[in-house]
């Protein structure tokens, strides 16, 4: 018979897989028993909502079957089954979710070692068979196919028997070498173990034939073996159990065997809620960001299960936007279990967990500030960003789950602090939170505009994301302190004395600086004596709500409304500079026109911003050299 070849990514992923020498083989089993489970679901979900599907618990279980003598171990599941279709579409390429993940993961790393982390699901069987056989038959329908493949060539199918409904895989264990041992996926006590160890919380019976031993009748010392039917899971689902009776292990195996990532969970939170609405949920916040988590592809969800059956895989609405990284389970008994999805958005027993979940997640990453702070900057780093954005969603609506969880480089510390410790060691005369916006910590740290906030010994806080200043702008204040750009028109921090100074100084510079503004031709709100330089000659502020960090960020936008941070041009009028300005202005117009040209570019370059002409610039700066 003719063998259909898999696709050429298939047949890459599965030469990797065949061949890595790697120390998690035995996850195949996980993989193989969660599909039948996955299978079983499907069937019990429908016949649930089906009268004519008569129903036996019984009827559920997934069986091994180990044969030493063949090197043949046997998965069988009384599930849903498979059609011919489904065979094809479903077996004969690797292109599901999490295959297609790993395959990313794996070409950017050298792919030793990672299989491990991966949900590689079916094909994982692979990794320790010589030949996979699939035999299998869909309910409602009277035809069972095999699928058959001995690796990268491709596979076959054709109509084979069988009895009931459900799928069976047989492997064909591989034969020991050296380095591998595969008799121990024969073995029934190491099969015993590893579904202990991985699957032990499965819904459905694990049923297989273990040996015991018995004395023979009528004999005081001889024993014999015999073969006992045995269930070999507790089938008590994680999140039925006592928080206590479980360890991290099981919790991290857990997120393995449901696929909620690919890397280990920073944190779990076991919630059991009895009350108004009743509820289990088993949450995750993993280690890192998928790979695909800032895009559109990316799907929050929680699975949801009524009384035990699985409902949802992905419920969107038990998750608000800014907590989308979560992973997990949730279990009622108060959801129907017939409820249809339009039905399950207005549920109010649903609306009510949803909360309830969300204020959980709150202050369990509350309490992480606290108690794991390395733990938490890990989270932050992973998805501070969007946090941040959810803060500045809906109009800052949801301030109060958030901003206690914000943090902020800072340049006391020259690491993350909260506003919380912000404001707590704010000196008493300190009016305002100080920012400072830029690309990056080196540049802020040179920024002209933070030299007097700096010296005053204030802490400043500094932006480095687009996001940081939109969210803090819907924030507005936080424990009764305003947020102050370094930037800003007014510090508030020049002493009355210095302001005195400074008046009588500007009138007398006055004239100067309205030619100065001229010059920029309209370049420029206002041109004026800096109040926060010290040895810098120059810089820009922004007047009003627009920053001229947020003027840049909203440049970058689609169809960016035309919005421009009212700028001025502040001088330092202590720098020897200013001096040259004033002769300039006395005798010589044209080289005031030029001194003023090439102090506004500077200020724009030290910003960040483009300048309009920079051949113009160019040619300014020779002309003062010679
Ligand atoms: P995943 O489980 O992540 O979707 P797999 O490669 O493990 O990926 O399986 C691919 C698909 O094959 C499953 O989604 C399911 O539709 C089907 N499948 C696998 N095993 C079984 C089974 N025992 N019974 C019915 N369908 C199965």
Same mark, same amino acid.
């Given at each position: 018979?003719?063998?259909?070849?898999?696709?050429?990514?298939?047949?890459?992923?599965?030469?990797?897989?065949? *061949?890595?020498?790697?120390?998690?083989?035995?996850?195949?089993?996980?993989?193989?028993?969660?599909?039948?489970?996955?299978?079983?679901?499907?069937?019990?979900?429908?016949?649930?909502?089906?009268?004519?599907?008569?129903?036996?618990?019984?009827?559920?279980?997934?069986?091994?079957?180990?044969?030493?003598?063949?090197?043949?171990?046997?998965?069988?599941?009384?599930?849903?089954?498979?059609?011919?279709?489904?065979?094809? *579409?479903?077996?004969?390429?690797?292109?599901?979710?999490?295959?297609?993940?790993?395959?990313?993961?794996?070409?950017?790393? $050298?792919?030793?070692?990672?299989?491990?982390?991966?949900?590689?699901?079916?094909?994982?069987?692979?990794?320790?068979?010589?030949?996979?056989?699939?035999?299998?038959?869909?309910?409602?329908?009277?035809?069972?196919?095999?699928?058959?493949?001995?690796?990268? $060539?491709?596979?076959?199918?054709?109509?084979?028997?069988?009895?009931? =409904?459900?799928?069976?895989?047989?492997?064909?264990?591989?034969?020991?070498?050296?380095?591998?041992?595969?008799?121990?996926?024969?073995?029934?006590?190491?099969?015993?173990?590893?579904?202990?160890?991985?699957?032990?919380?499965?819904?459905?019976?694990?049923?297989?034939?273990?040996?015991?031993?018995?004395?023979?009748?009528?004999?005081?010392?001889?024993?014999?073996?015999?073969?006992?039917?045995?269930?070999? *899971?507790?089938?008590?689902?994680?999140?039925?159990?006592?928080?206590?009776?479980?360890?991290?292990?099981?919790? $991290?195996?857990?997120?393995?065997?449901?696929?909620?990532?690919?890397?280990?969970?920073?944190?779990?939170?076991?919630?059991?809620?009895?009350?108004? =609405?009743?509820?289990?949920?088993?949450?995750?916040?993993?280690?890192?960001?998928?790979?695909?988590?800032?895009?559109?592809?990316?799907?929050?969800?929680?699975?949801?299960?009524?009384?035990?059956?699985?409902?949802?895989?992905?419920?969107?609405?038990?998750?608000?936007?800014?907590?989308?990284?979560?992973?997990?389970?949730?279990?009622?008994?108060?959801?129907?279990?017939?409820?249809?999805?339009?039905?399950?958005?207005?549920?109010?027993?649903?609306?009510?967990?949803?909360?309830?979940?969300?204020?959980?997640?709150?202050?369990?990453?509350?309490?992480?500030?606290?108690?794991?702070?390395?733990?938490?900057?890990?989270?932050?780093?992973?998805?501070?960003?969007?946090?941040?954005?959810?803060?500045?969603?809906?109009?800052?609506?949801?301030?109060?789950?958030?901003?206690?969880?914000?943090?902020?480089?800072?340049?006391?510390?020259?690491?993350? =602090?909260?506003?919380?410790?912000?404001?707590?060691?704010?000196?008493?005369?300190?009016?305002?939170?100080?920012?400072?916006?830029?690309?990056?910590?080196?540049?802020?740290?040179?920024?002209?505009?933070?030299?007097?906030?700096?010296?005053?010994?204030?802490?400043?806080?500094?932006?480095?994301?687009?996001?940081?200043?939109?969210?803090?702008?819907?924030?507005?204040?936080?424990?009764?302190?305003?947020?102050?750009?370094?930037?800003?028109?007014?510090?508030?921090?020049?002493?009355? $004395?210095?302001?005195?100074?400074?008046?009588?100084?500007?009138?007398?510079?006055?004239?100067?600086?309205?030619?100065?503004?001229?010059?920029?031709?309209?370049?420029?709100?206002?041109?004026?004596?800096?109040?926060?330089?010290?040895?810098?000659?120059?810089?820009?502020?922004?007047?009003?709500?627009?920053?001229?960090?947020?003027?840049?960020?909203?440049?970058?936008?689609?169809?960016?409304?035309?919005?421009?941070?009212?700028?001025?041009?502040?001088?330092?009028?202590?720098?020897?500079?200013?001096?040259?300005?004033?002769?300039?202005?006395?005798?010589?117009?044209?080289?005031?026109?030029?001194?003023?040209?090439?102090?506004?570019?500077?200020?724009?370059?030290?910003?960040?911003?483009?300048?309009?002409?920079?051949?113009?610039?160019?040619?300014?700066?020779?002309?003062?050299?010679?």
């Amino acid at each position: 018979m003719e063998k259909t070849p898999f696709r050429a990514e298939s047949k890459r992923m599965l030469e990797l897989m065949i *061949n890595s020498i790697y120390t998690h083989r035995e996850i195949f089993l996980r993989e193989l028993i969660s599909n039948a489970s996955d299978a079983i679901d499907k069937l019990y979900y429908k016949a649930l909502g089906d009268q004519n599907i008569s129903f036996h618990q019984d009827d559920y279980y997934i069986q091994l079957i180990p044969d030493k003598d063949a090197r043949i171990l046997r998965i069988l599941d009384t599930g849903i089954g498979m059609t011919k279709e489904d065979l094809e *579409n479903n077996l004969g390429v690797i292109a599901q979710s999490g295959s297609l993940a790993f395959k990313q993961e794996i070409e950017s790393q $050298d792919g030793h070692d990672i299989i491990g982390q991966f949900g590689v699901g079916f094909y994982s069987a692979f990794m320790v068979s010589d030949m996979v056989t699939v035999i299998t038959k869909a309910f409602g329908s009277d035809s069972a196919y095999k699928w058959e493949s001995s690796g990268v $060539d491709g596979y076959t199918i054709e109509p084979a028997k069988k009895d009931g =409904v459900g799928t069976e895989i047989i492997l064909k264990i591989k034969a020991s070498t050296e380095d591998e041992n595969y008799d121990e996926y024969l073995d029934e006590y190491r099969l015993r173990a590893l579904v202990k160890k991985y699957s032990d919380f499965i819904r459905y019976p694990i049923k297989m034939n273990v040996t015991q031993s018995r004395l023979k009748e009528g004999s005081e010392n001889e024993y014999e073996d015999y073969q006992e039917e045995q269930t070999i *899971n507790s089938m008590v689902p994680i999140w039925r159990k006592n928080k206590n009776e479980l360890t991290e292990e099981d919790y $991290d195996n857990f997120y393995m065997e449901k696929h909620y990532g690919f890397d280990k969970p920073l944190k779990h939170l076991h919630i059991s809620v009895d009350g108004a =609405v009743s509820y289990n949920a088993i949450l995750y916040i993993p280690e890192r960001t998928p790979f695909d988590y800032y895009s559109k592809e990316y799907e929050k969800g929680l699975e949801l299960y009524s009384s035990g059956v699985l409902i949802m895989s992905k419920n969107p609405d038990l998750l608000p936007d800014y907590y989308s990284f979560v992973k997990g389970m949730v279990d009622s008994e108060d959801l129907s279990l017939n409820i249809s999805r339009e039905m399950l958005q207005q549920d109010r027993q649903l609306q009510l967990i949803a909360k309830n979940i969300k204020s959980k997640i709150t202050s369990q990453l509350e309490r992480m500030i606290k108690d794991e702070r390395e733990k938490y900057e890990t989270f932050y780093k992973a998805f501070g960003t969007q946090l941040k954005y959810g803060l500045y969603s809906d109009f800052g609506a949801h301030k109060d789950d958030l901003q206690n969880l914000l943090m902020f480089y800072s340049s006391k510390e020259k690491k993350l =602090v909260t506003l919380d410790e912000y404001v707590s060691r704010m000196p008493e005369e300190q009016k305002f939170i100080y920012y400072a916006t830029g690309e990056s910590y080196e540049r802020i740290d040179k920024l002209p505009q933070t030299e007097l906030v700096a010296d005053k010994g204030y802490e400043i806080l500094y932006f480095i994301e687009d996001v940081d200043e939109f969210a803090i702008k819907v924030l507005m204040k936080f424990k009764e302190k305003e947020f102050k750009s370094v930037s800003s028109g007014d510090l508030g921090i020049e002493s009355d $004395d210095s302001d005195a100074q400074t008046s009588e100084e500007a009138s007398e510079s006055k004239e100067l600086f309205d030619e100065m503004k001229s010059i920029l031709s309209g370049k420029v709100k206002e041109v004026r004596i800096s109040k926060r330089l010290k040895h810098h000659p120059v810089c820009l502020a922004a007047e009003g709500e627009i920053s001229i960090e947020m003027e840049k960020v909203l440049k970058t936008m689609p169809n960016n409304p035309d919005v421009k941070a009212d700028k001025v041009l502040e001088i330092n009028i202590h720098h020897v500079v200013f001096k040259s300005l004033k002769a300039a202005y006395e005798h010589d117009r044209e080289k005031l026109n030029l001194y003023t040209n090439l102090l506004y570019n500077q200020a724009l370059l030290i910003e960040g911003l483009p300048i309009q002409d920079p051949v113009d610039f160019t040619n300014d700066i020779c002309k003062i050299m010679v």
